[in-house]
């Protein structure tokens, strides 16, 4: 019979994002997880199949954390313009004040390019989504005529907003 699990895996998943967001992916050990989470490393492996498993999980947790943060930020605002100005503010106050700055963005640099394809997958997942995200308020911003006329190519300036907010 199978054991039961007495850890939450959302609660392991956010506290793993923590250790992996203060040292890095590959400063971040099994035993050093092991040791954070209070989880037996067996338990982890079963769980999460490895380090990257489990990075992949949290790493998630954190997307969708802010994701919806940013989501609520464009919700209540009366305009994409002033979405942006407050996304920005979001950007500086909140993710970079956070002496360890943005989980997304460190990630990118320190895992880009990867030997690991699960770890490429998921940062390129993350870049798709915040891209789709852009294009979708731009297109928005277009319909209520808040754009530049001069903006011809929708997608170019949403890739081009991803790389620089990175």
Excluded at 64 to 87: C, D, H, L
Excluded at 110 to 120: A, D, F, V
Excluded at 124 to 147: F, P, Q
């Amino acid at each position: 019979m199978p054991r039961q699990k007495t850890f939450s895996e959302d609660a392991v998943a956010e506290n793993a994002m923590k250790l992996f967001w203060k040292n890095g992916f590959h400063q971040t050990s099994i035993q050093d997880l092991v040791k954070t989470l209070g989880v037996n490393r067996a338990s982890l492996y079963d769980t999460y199949s490895d380090k990257v498993g489990l990075f992949k999980e949290s790493f998630k947790c954190y997307r969708k954390t802010t994701k919806s943060n940013i989501e609520n930020i464009f919700k209540e605002s009366k305009n994409v313009k002033t979405g942006f100005a407050k996304f920005t503010n979001f950007l500086i106050f909140d993710l970079l004040s956070e002496k360890n700055g943005c989980l997304i963005s460190n990630c990118y640099s320190e895992l880009l390019p990867s030997k690991n394809k699960e770890l490429e997958q998921i940062l390129e997942e993350t870049r798709l989504m915040w891209r789709d995200m852009a294009i979708s308020l731009l297109e928005k911003a277009k319909l209520k005529n808040e754009l530049n006329d001069n903006i011809s190519n929708i997608e170019d300036v949403a890739e081009s907003l991803c790389i620089h907010i990175v």
